[in-house]
């Protein structure tokens, strides 16, 4: 029960209401080992309807708490944010791999960070998706 007092606080920190269903969903999140599918969150929860799950989505994203680490024509994968996230911008400094033996997707570190000017543009928010052989199933 203690990461469920943790979820609550980080609900609390964004300002959101702590309810069962956001809990629920995070939990749900929290305790994948990769960024997760939505169809696989769809299938985990009970009770919920598709609209709700689409707006408990969103408000989860808006606060920076999660965000989509891959977006194909399958699935959209989602992952909890890490703390430099907020509700004004997400502060991702990690690319999105996703295997193309095990299909799943998870957001790697890299050694540097990349940095791309524009100019007469603010970047808030660089995404950058990629496809490989992640190392457990090389």
Request: glycine share 4%; with cysteine.
């Amino acid at each position: 029960m203690k990461e469920k007092g943790g979820l609550e606080n980080l609900l609390r920190s964004r300002n959101l209401k702590v309810t069962s269903r956001r809990l629920e969903l995070l939990t749900i999140i929290s305790n994948y080992t990769s960024a997760i599918p939505y169809s696989k969150i769809q299938k985990s929860l009970k009770n919920f309807d598709r609209v709700t799950l689409y707006r408990t989505l969103k408000v989860l994203l808006d606060g920076g708490i999660i965000h989509k680490a891959f977006v194909n024509n399958d699935d959209v994968y989602y992952a909890r944010c890490r703390q430099h996230c907020t509700s004004d911008c997400h502060d991702h400094k990690h690319i999105h791999l996703k295997c193309t033996v095990c299909r799943e997707v998870s957001c790697v570190d890299v050694i540097h960070p990349v940095q791309i000017k524009i100019p007469n543009v603010i970047i808030k928010q660089i995404e950058i998706e990629v496809s490989g052989v992640c190392e457990n199933c090389i």
